[in-house]
Each structure stands twice: as structure tokens, then as C-alpha cells.
């Protein structure tokens, strides 16, 4: 081979990011930051309503008023009236019936957002008020009204493995409940839509997929795909709130009927009105067990809320319920899981993905079960293990790695963070901080421990891929590689993972990224732990192809023209559930476990996390510094929803929406995060590397609130745990 | 309103309503897109700037109310085109991911450096509660805090 290659800032390193340098000085530019000269300002009317007829919109104020360019309803979308990423059945602007608090209505094209802002107040809407389905139970309920003329069931699957009615020595039975959960990306929703000589319009969007955007773009636009291009902007995180659509089509609309670049951009309050959030659950679990530990029989019916539309419901029931008997070996099953409508607000992809909610349910179950045989959490853990060749509930083998044994015994061998005395302590270090009121005088420490485990990429049969394009070219300065994918750039640092690719599979040091559009095929989503496996792998495939045709025409050295080079990755196929739900439904999986270390205060029910260790499959860790950002900023989200995250909803309303009122950890909050990263290759991946940016999300949860059972003797069915849950009020 | 703001050395003019914030001033009127726009309530410290040297969230403050006065934005942070010590640190600590809250917690490092040269951990983690990251974890923003004090320290 004729190529040198050069590990050096190749894969495996903690490669610095290459978007870091922009980032510190504040000048990289995201969504909410585009500007045209000439632009107007996008702003929405969102419904005050959870469930209401729209009797009739009266917008000839707002539009007469000066400064206000458009003023669009319904009547106004030119093609199709509806959008969604599974089923298309939210309206682009709500027609005859408002479905959630927060639902577009109108949207305005002004000269200032003020001018913007005020114009909405001009819009006058007549609604007929009707009465919400606002609990998940409730909407199952016969005399429940149906939000969509299905019915208010978005699926329902059932697994049944083995003999679901086999008979066991010991029982353990709980009902368990998570919250409904914020990603709370600190960038708002945000882009810009230029109107185009071509009659198209380009977008200048935050978003985690581009080309699922196009797909519901173009239609409700009445345009054809070629004349909606989308153009990646900065991202100012994810977590799943971009997934689905925002404010894409409504800037687009204005953009097109004013002739003019309209910007839009949520502030705090609009953005958690405009994207889903993590479903709240609620999990029945039964388990059953030999005398000595081993797992014969879980029974769960899990149940979800997906809120008003569709989303991405039927993927997360799918994974709640595909993963309700956890990282165990056991022989026989019958899981359920349900998602319903209700009036609440679309929920949707978070960091997770079903995985979360299921895991909070089954290993507090594990804990309970540990506790009615008389064993150590862990080793009733150990002995149940899932390993390479296990089958799952699914009847799917686990083809490959899967270190879950491994993942328990690192936390194990980790020596708990000393104990230190409440009296001679900074005060802030008291559960609480300096909101304690007391001296420490009844703080009392617990452990919890927690295993779980996440498929990586899209299951259930869906078509998935990336594709890359790679350049080499030589000038004065030497060879450079160009590299050009749709893939998006969230945070997580894709970015500096296809540098660090190019390097390896090109020896070159040289590479610059071209900025993600759609005029290149579909990356897929950043989500699902997927973009490292699928754009990474793409990425290989291009430079192996353009690393062939250099040492075909000689070497680097004799390249008289550029080389270039598409190539789409897929990952292996995978299959639909049948009707016991039997299948080969994921590719393949991510597991991790952590062990959270908490005190509380029992008189005030304060806590604080002590230290949290995670151990984590990660196939190979491509840039080990950023893996344990993964994890760390993982957990954190982990933390949040144990401790405090949860939209206020009182009768389909949301009562919190605000960093005031909805909190995420602080610095305060975060206590160290131990990663223990766990190597071993896994087969059929390039690199054997497997996503890393949910596992710790999955698992932290679970065992914080072990961790507070552990230290109070409570048992705290519910996340977040609120200080009356821990001092029992 | 015509609102007269010393930014980052040089005095810059700009008409805007009376109702806006400082920050809407330095971003839609001044051009200066640093300072980030992510809770509008001086919850989560991204818009953080020095008002006549005092850190201030700049969507709690008026545009008018900074009429004559000095502001520095993390613009101004740079000399000589080199990045300031907190902001190598950020990138070799791996503190940056999605990168909307760095601008911010730059600017609120570099105003406890200055007071604090070697804060403890208990006073860096208390200087920065006013700055939210929702990628991190935080724990390698304290790792970038610890790395730029002992450069600023010796002086590199």
C-alpha cells in the first residue's frame, strides 16, 4: 500500500474538538443567531386551550397593524395541512380542533419581534372549550372521547416468551411512575428561511435530521423536494427536542408569502410548547424467581402517554416494552406496553428512548426481589446477567458484546467515596446546600446500584443509512480531504469523530467538513446513539474507496486530479415484531450500569449526590474524552429526572415552563462522575465502536433513587423524588 | 431609544425600544452574537457580560440602563487574535460540547479568576451556579477551570 497512514490525531485519541475554537470565542453561529439584511421576524400563536373547538380566527387586526408583513392560518398552508415523523397527523396550523395547550393557530411575519409579538395579541381566535383527557388511565377508558378518530390508543404491543403463566418460588410486584422530562437544549428553536428566485425556499435550520425535515416540509409546502433545501445551522444541543419539526414550516410559509428571509426563534417559554418531551410512564411489574436467584417469569404492562399527536410513540412503547425485562436471562414473559393520546403535549424522542422508563421500573424490581430472597442486589444481578448469545424476550439473540457482568464488577471493585462528618462541613455541602436550614443533624447515606441496557440506531425493520462523500486533492500545502455528509453535528461531537476517521483511513492530516445539507443524501437522525456507527461508517467506506483509487493511480504523490468518493452505509437488517412479538427487532445494543451515592436529609428530604460511577459498553472508545463527556452529560440528565425534572401539567396546562420554575442541575447538583469505559470491539461495527450517548441517561435514574430507598427505607414508586416523598408527607 | 455603549474598547450607538434588554442591544443591533440568548430570566448565565466591570446577565438589563456606561462581551476577550487562557482550557479539558452555554461560562470564569486566582472547588462550583450547561455534566468545565488557573499562574 502506497498511502502512509498517520495515526496521529486519527481514531482512538482525545482529539481535540473541531468546532472548539469558534465555540469559546463566541463565534459560531447557530440558529438563533442568523441574520439577513431585510429580514422579518417569524412569531407563533400557540392555543391557551388543551382541548377545544376553533370556532372561527379572526386575524384583520393583527394583519392591518403596521409593521406586520403576514398573518397565516390554516387557510394559508399550501399543501398538505398535516406533519409528523411516523404518522403525518399534527396539523401545520390547528384547523377546526385545538388538541394540546400550546398547539400553533396563526403564525405573523413582522418588521421586530415586538411588532411580531404584538400582532398576535390582535389575532382573535373563538374557541368552544371542550373537556381533556389529561391522564393516560383515562384515556383508555371507554367513555373517553377519542382525540383522533382511531380511537386514543397509538399502539399496543405484546411479547410473549416462553410460558407467561410458568410458576415461580418467589413473587415480587410494584407499580412505578417517571415523570414527563424536558430535553432543555440551551439553544432555542431557531432558523431562517430565505425565499428563493427558483420559487423554492432554503432553510437554514438547527435540527437533528435534515432529510425527515425535508420530507415534511415539502409536501405541506406544496413544493417539490428539490426546491426545499435545508442547510444545517449551529445546534445548540438536542437530546431528541429536534427530532421532530418546530418552526420549520411556519418560517418557510412566511418566507414564501412575504418574499422575504423570516427568522423565527422560541424563546424559553415558547420552546417547551414547541417540541415533545420524554413520555411519563407508568409500569406494573411482577417478578418471579427460584430460591437461588434466577429469573423464570416477568410480568410488566407499561403504559405511556404520547400526548396529543402521534410523534415518535410507537418506536418509544416499542422500546419500553422490548426492554422491560432488562439485561436479564429469563425464560419466560409476558411484557405489554401501551402508549395512548392524550390532551397533554406531544412527547417524543429523549435522550433514552422508552429505555429510561423501563429501566427505572425493572431494576427497582430486581432491588425489591434481591431484598424477598435475601441476596446482594449485585450478585442476584450477576447470576441473571445477559451475555453474548443470550435470547431475548424477543426471541433476538444477542449477536454481539455484552458486558454486563463486567459492567456490575467495575462498579464493584470502586471503593465508596469516604464518609465525611456533617458537623465540621462548608455548609454547602449539605443536602441543599445553603438552602439547609439545619446543621446536617440527621443526614443519612445510601447506595444504589442500576443495569440497563439501549439499542443503538432505529429497530423494527426500518430502512436506515448514511451516505458520505469524500475528496482528496493535492496542493501547495499538501493532500487535504474533503468531507461532505448530511450528518448533524448536536454537541456530541460527530464532527471531530469524521476528522479523526479521515485520518485513520487516509493518513491525512488536512481535513475540512462541509457544511450538511440536503442536496447529499440522508445521514439519518443524530439521534439513537447512531451517527458514530452509521455517518462514521459511511465516512470509512468513502475514504477506503478514495484510498483505493489514489494507490491505483500511483500514491498521494503522483495525484495529477482530485479523488472522489460517495458511498452509503447500512447497518444490518433488521425485522417487525409478529403478533407475540417475536422478531429481530435491534441491531444491536449499548449497556451500562451506575452507581449512585446519596445522602439525604431526613428531617428536610433534601439531597445531595454524593458521587455517581458509571460503567459503560462502548465497544471502542474512538476520542476517550469525549466519551466521558457523554457519559457525564448523560448522567447529568440522568440526575435531573431522579431529583427534579418534571413539566407541571394541572389539567393539560403547563405550569412550569421556564428555567425558574423547571430546574436542571446546576454545578451545585452535579456530583464527580466516575467512567469506567468498558473496550471490547463489537463485531460487525466500524472501529467496534458502539454509540455512547445514552446508556448513562438510561441507568442513573434508577440508581439514584436506589441510592434514596437504600438511605430512607422508603419506596419511592415515582421520579423525580420530590422532598415530601423522602420525609414521607 | 438611542442607546451609546462602550463595548469592548470602542463606543458604539444603536436606536432601540425602550423595553429592550442589553442583550437584544449587543445581538440584534451591535451584531455581537456571543453573548447567548437561552432563558431571557438570569436563570441559566449564557448572556453573561461585565457592566463597567461587574458580571451581569445582560437580559436582565435594560439597553437604556447601559447608556454611557462599559460593557465587555466575550468578544473582548481575545488579545492579539490569541484566545484568552480559559478559552484554550475549555477546549483541551473537552468543557465544550454544544457549545451554546461556553460563551457565558468563559466570561463568569474569567470574572472569578480575576477576583479568585486559585478558588477551591467549593468556590469555583459556587461562582458558576448562575450558568447552566445542559451537556457536561459540569465535570470537565471545573477541569477547565482548575487547567486555566494553574496556567494564569505560571504565567503561560
Request: charge should be negative; aromatic fraction near 4%; include cysteine.
Amino acid at each position: 500500500m502506497s498511502v502512509n497512514i498517520r495515526r496521529q490525531g486519527g481514531v482512538g485519541e482525545s482529539v481535540k474538538r473541531v468546532d472548539g475554537i469558534p465555540k469559546v470565542r463566541g463565534a459560531f453561529e447557530y440558529a438563533s443567531d442568523l441574520h439577513r439584511d431585510g429580514m422579518l421576524w417569524g412569531a407563533t400563536l400557540r392555543s391557551p386551550h388543551p382541548y377545544a373547538q376553533i370556532i372561527s380566527i379572526d386575524v384583520s387586526a393583527a394583519a392591518a397593524a403596521p409593521g406586520v408583513h403576514a398573518v397565516l392560518t390554516h387557510a394559508d398552508v399550501p399543501g398538505k395541512p398535516t406533519f409528523g415523523l411516523d404518522v403525518q397527523d399534527q396539523p401545520v396550523l390547528a384547523r377546526e380542533v385545538v388538541r394540546y395547550a400550546g398547539e400553533a393557530v396563526a403564525i405573523v411575519a413582522a418588521e421586530d419581534p415586538e411588532v411580531a409579538r404584538m400582532a398576535l395579541e390582535k389575532i382573535g381566535v373563538h374557541y368552544k372549550i371542550l373537556t381533556p383527557v389529561t391522564d393516560m388511565e383515562q384515556a383508555l377508558e371507554k367513555s373517553a372521547p377519542a382525540i383522533h378518530p382511531q380511537g386514543n390508543i397509538v399502539r399496543t404491543l405484546t411479547i410473549v416468551h416462553g410460558d407467561p403463566n410458568a410458576r415461580a418460588d418467589v413473587w415480587v410486584e410494584g407499580m412505578y411512575e417517571t415523570g414527563m422530562q424536558d430535553q432543555a437544549p440551551l439553544g432555542p428553536e431557531s432558523g431562517l428561511a430565505v425565499p428563493a428566485t427558483d420559487g423554492g425556499v432554503d432553510l437554514f435550520i438547527a435540527t437533528q435530521w435534515l432529510h425527515a425535515d425535508l420530507e415534511q416540509l415539502a409536501p405541506c409546502l406544496n413544493l417539490p423536494p428539490e426546491k426545499v433545501r435545508l442547510h444545517l445551522s449551529g445546534v445548540g444541543g438536542a437530546f431528541g427536542a429536534r427530532e421532530d419539526v418546530s418552526m420549520q414550516i411556519h418560517a418557510c410559509m412566511l418566507a414564501l408569502r412575504t418574499k422575504r428571509p423570516v427568522k423565527m426563534s422560541y424563546g424559553r417559554q415558547e420552546s417547551f410548547f414547541g417540541h415533545v418531551h420524554r413520555h411519563p410512564s407508568r409500569i406494573w411489574m411482577r417478578h418471579g424467581a427460584s430460591r437461588d436467584g434466577k429469573l423464570v417469569n416477568i410480568q410488566a404492562r407499561l403504559l405511556v402517554d404520547g400526548g396529543a399527536y402521534t410523534s415518535t410513540s410507537p418506536a418509544v412503547i416499542g422500546n419500553a416494552t422490548t426492554f422491560a425485562a432488562g439485561p436479564y436471562e429469563v425464560s419466560n414473559a409476558r411484557l405489554v406496553g401501551t402508549a395512548v393520546f392524550t390532551n397533554n403535549p406531544p412527547c417524543g424522542a429523549m435522550r433514552g428512548f422508552g429505555a429510561v422508563q423501563a429501566c427505572f421500573a425493572y431494576e427497582a424490581q430486581m432491588d425489591k426481589l434481591a431484598a424477598a430472597l435475601n441476596l446482594d442486589p449485585i450478585e442476584l444481578r450477576l447470576k441473571n446477567a445477559l451475555h453474548s448469545g443470550s435470547v431475548l424476550p424477543t426471541g433476538q439473540p444477542i449477536a454481539g458484546v455484552a458486558p454486563v457482568r463486567e459492567c456490575l464488577q467495575r462498579l464493584q471493585a470502586l471503593p465508596l467515596p469516604s464518609e465525611e462528618s456533617a458537623l465540621d462541613r462548608d455548609p454547602m455541602l449539605l443536602p441543599g446546600g445553603a438552602g439547609n436550614v439545619g446543621h446536617g443533624e440527621s443526614l443519612k447515606r445510601g447506595v444504589g446500584i442500576a443495569v440497563g441496557y439501549k439499542n443503538l440506531g432505529y429497530s423494527e425493520g426500518f430502512d436506515d443509512s448514511s451516505e458520505a462523500w469524500v475528496r482528496v486533492s493535492v496542493d501547495n500545502d499538501g493532500p487535504r480531504a474533503e468531507v461532505k455528509t448530511a450528518a448533524v453535528e448536536v454537541g456530541q461531537g460527530l464532527d471531530t469523530i469524521v476528522t479523526q476517521i479521515v485520518r485513520s483511513e487516509l493518513g491525512i492530516d488536512r481535513v475540512t467538513l462541509r457544511q450538511p445539507d440536503t442536496a447529499i443524501g440522508s445521514a439519518g437522525s443524530s439521534s439513537a446513539s447512531r451517527q458514530t456507527m452509521m455517518t462514521g461508517g459511511a465516512v470509512q467506506l468513502a475514504c477506503q474507496a478514495v484510498r483505493t483509487e489514489i494507490d491505483r493511480q500511483g500514491g498521494l504523490a503522483s495525484l495529477r486530479r482530485p479523488v472522489e468518493a460517495s458511498r452509503v452505509f447500512h447497518h444490518r437488517a433488521t425485522g417487525k415484531l409478529d403478533a407475540n412479538g417475536q422478531g429481530d427487532p435491534h441491531v444491536t445494543f449499548a449497556f451500562g450500569a451506575a452507581r449512585a451515592v446519596v445522602e439525604v436529609d431526613q428531617d428536610l428530604g433534601l439531597v445531595r449526590v454524593v458521587q455517581l460511577a458509571v460503567a459503560q459498553d462502548v465497544g471502542r472508545a474512538l476520542n476517550p474524552q469525549s466519551v466521558m463527556g457523554q457519559i457525564e452529560g448523560g448522567s447529568a440528565q440522568g440526575l435531573g429526572l431522579a431529583l427534579m425534572e418534571e413539566i407541571a401539567l394541572v389539567e393539560g396546562q403547563v405550569k412550569n415552563a421556564s428555567f425558574t420554575d423547571y430546574l436542571i442541575p446546576t454545578i451545585l447538583d452535579m456530583p464527580p462522575v466516575i467512567s469506567e469505559i468498558i473496550e471490547e470491539p463489537e463485531p460487525g461495527l466500524p472501529y467496534g465502536a458502539k454509540g455512547v450517548g445514552e446508556p448513562s441517561t438510561v441507568v442513573v435514574p434508577a440508581a439514584v433513587v436506589a441510592a434514596l430507598r437504600h438511605a430512607t427505607g422508603r419506596e419511592l414508586r415515582r421520579a423525580p423524588v420530590k422532598p415530601d416523598d423522602l420525609v414521607g408527607l | 431609544m438611542v442607546v451609546r455603549v462602550k463595548v469592548n474598547d470602542g463606543w458604539r450607538e444603536a436606536e432601540v425600544w425602550p423595553g429592550a434588554s442589553l442583550l437584544t442591544f449587543l445581538r440584534d443591533r451591535l451584531g455581537l452574537y456571543g453573548s447567548k440568548n437561552a432563558c431571557e430570566q438570569g436563570e441559566c448565565g449564557s448572556c453573561s457580560v461585565w457592566l463597567d466591570g461587574n458580571l451581569v446577565c445582560s437580559c436582565l438589563v435594560l439597553a437604556a440602563q447601559a447608556h454611557e456606561r462599559e460593557v465587555r462581551t466575550v468578544e473582548g476577550l481575545m488579545a492579539d487574535e490569541r484566545l484568552h487562557p480559559i478559552q484554550e482550557a475549555f477546549i483541551d479539558a473537552g468543557a465544550v460540547q454544544c457549545g451554546f452555554c461556553t460563551p457565558g461560562f468563559v466570561v463568569a470564569v474569567a470574572d472569578l479568576l480575576q477576583k479568585d486566582p486559585t478558588p477551591s472547588p467549593a468556590t469555583v462550583r459556587e461562582a458558576l451556579s448562575g450558568n447552566l450547561c445542559r451537556c457536561t455534566g459540569y465535570q470537565k468545565i471545573l477541569d477547565a477551570v482548575s487547567l486555566a488557573a494553574s496556567r494564569i499562574g505560571a504565567g503561560k
